[in-house]
């Protein structure tokens, strides 16, 4: 069971007024006007972007006509809604969509990932990951590449606990040869991917596509992450990063798409045993 994220909570509680809304036959203005809530409100409450006063979910639980098991259900996503995760302490240093991103990764059950010259994010020791963040943005002080780099390694406590994120990253043979931040911390990374491989068998699994590959769907494209949740209410979101951006995807013809260029790419990738055999080879040649 993944943790509770507020950020879920309140996507969750958003389908479920959106739905219940379209099912009633009423417009986001004619809802928004029942509610006593502007219609602009309404919408970003259906995208949980904004959360409703309890008030105002009572009355809308009265205006939909929600059925009494589930209008608790609705109380409890808005209280859950309320709390603050850990990222928001990183609000100054983070677009909005950045945040999400770290909520909905938060309250994850399982993510798939594909990197074509990095470590993943959730795999990076704290040299490495400060390295790229130097590297990408040369221009922000050294405060906050610590903030950032501390804000990278906090995501990755959901890789432990009674209950870990199920991981499945797949990179390219190309993460392993490239010196970020020099030799030594890249063989310190390849370390820690052979420390977390061993220490995670039931969790994490880390497939290597290597250069031999012919090509895969996902070949030459950017980083992305697949995100699915517990409760099987929720769809599959998708996470894209390129040079220049950042997005949530919440289309499902997209994340389809990315979900079959990441089938292909493991199929492309060596197995488990043998992506760890390469990250030892590329380590010894360090």
């Known amino acids: ?76 996503l808005r209280e859950q ?55 990408g943005s040369p221009n922000v002080r050294l405060a906050e590449v610590d903030r950032r780099a501390k804000a990278r390694l906090a995501r990755q406590q959901r890789l432990f606990g009674d209950f870990p994120v199920q991981l499945v990253s797949v990179m390219s043979e190309a993460a392993l040869h490239q010196q970020i931040g020099g030799a030594r911390v890249l063989a310190d990374q390849l370390m820690h991917l052979e420390k977390l491989i061993e220490t995670l068998p039931e969790s994490l699994v880390l497939q290597v596509v290597p250069f031999e590959a012919t090509g895969h769907h996902a070949m030459g494209g950017s980083s992305f992450y697949l995100m699915t949740f517990p409760s099987g209410q929720l769809p599959t979101l998708l996470w894209q990063e390129t040079v220049t951006s950042t997005q949530l995807i919440f289309d499902p013809i997209t994340v389809r798409e990315y979900g079959l260029a990441h089938a292909e790419a493991t199929k492309s990738a060596l197995s488990r045993e043998d992506s760890l055999r390469r990250i030892r080879d590329a380590y010894k040649r360090l």
């Open 1 to 76: 069971m993944a943790p509770v994220s507020p950020t879920v909570s309140a996507w969750a509680l958003g389908l479920r007024v959106r739905d219940k809304r379209e099912e009633a036959g009423l417009s986001g203005s004619a809802a928004a006007k029942k509610i006593g809530i502007a219609a602009a409100y309404l919408s970003d409450v259906e995208r949980g972007k904004k959360n409703l006063s309890a008030d105002r979910l009572e009355v809308l639980i009265a205006v939909y006509e929600f059925p009494d098991d589930e209008a608790e259900e609705l109380r409890n």
């Open 81 to 135: 809604a309320t709390h603050r995760g850990w990222w928001s302490k990183y609000s100054a240093i983070f677009n909005t969509d950045m945040l999400r991103f770290f909520g909905f990764e938060h309250g994850a059950e399982s993510l798939h990932t594909y990197d074509s010259d990095l470590v993943n994010g959730l795999l990076q020791t704290a040299d490495y990951a400060r390295a790229i963040i130097e590297a």
